[in-house]
């Protein structure tokens, strides 16, 4: 079975800082990642998802996140975050044999204050 | 427009009641999925269905049913709402062709006392 850990339950950061949101997973098989985000008073859209090649993977809203097998990690990262950045963040996994099946994260909060 | 909507946004019910929440989509997804969102729980699955005729259990279906009345509308049901099925609830879509890019709709607030 697979699993998400979203260990930062809220991060409170500062307009233009840069941001780090962690995630970690496991797998006895191989998955996708993928990162979703929920704004205020709305459904999820998805930022980026892993499926396979390149470990940097970029999504919308300038936010990237890079695949870590060894660490098996899928860190969200911007370099510089807006006030419109403030949102509740997941992380999602599924492995290719069961690609309707999406697991969850709890969630990580981004606040970002002006 | 919406792609993918949900009726009522907003349910205040008591306990025993059955109640319907319906989700419809103009995605032309062939897949849909009914969740639910729990503080510091993140989202987990209720069901799934594939196309009308394909229904599945996911994590978490006991005390609910669904209904996929045509490609374009799911429904879940409660027939007998407890207060732990206060939460919110999405329905989202997805196309077999694009793995797990799934699209969500509002939610719904629901709350059984």
């Known amino acids: 079975a697979q699993s998400v850990t979203q260990l930062d339950s809220q991060v409170p950061v500062f307009e233009e800082a840069p941001v780090e949101l962690r995630c970690n997973y496991s797998?006895?098989?191989?998955?996708?990642l993928f990162w979703y985000v929920q704004y205020p008073n709305q459904g999820l859209q998805l930022l980026l998802k892993?499926?396979?090649?390149?470990?940097l993977v970029k999504g919308i809203n300038g936010f990237e996140a890079e695949f870590n097998k060894s660490q098996t990690s899928f860190h969200l990262r911007k370099p510089s975050v807006h006030i419109s950045d403030t949102a509740e963040y997941f992380c999602?996994?599924?492995?290719?044999?069961?690609?309707?099946?999406?697991?969850f994260g709890t969630g990580t909060r981004l606040q970002v204050f002006p | 427009d919406a792609d993918v909507t949900q009726t009522p946004r907003n349910r205040i019910t008591k306990t025993g009641k059955r109640i319907m929440l319906e989700c419809s989509q103009t995605?032309?997804?062939?897949?849909m999925y009914w969740y639910r969102q729990d503080p510091g729980l993140g989202l987990r699955l209720i069901y799934y269905?594939?196309?009308?005729?394909?229904?599945n259990k996911g994590e978490i279906s006991d005390g609910y049913s669904v209904s996929r009345q045509a490609q374009a509308k799911f429904s879940l049901s409660l027939e007998s709402a407890i207060p732990n099925q206060t939460a919110l609830y999405f329905c989202?879509?997805?196309?077999?062709?694009?793995?797990?890019?799934?699209?969500f709709g509002p939610g719904t607030r629901l709350t059984v006392l």
């Open positions: 269905s594939f196309d009308v005729k394909d229904i």
């Open positions: 999602a996994v599924s492995t290719p044999y069961n690609t309707d099946k999406l697991i």
């Open positions: 989202a879509t997805s196309d077999r062709r694009v793995y797990n890019e799934q699209f």
């Open positions: 995605k032309g997804h062939d897949r």
């Open positions: 797998s006895s098989v191989s998955v996708y």
């Open positions: 892993y499926l396979s090649g390149s470990t």
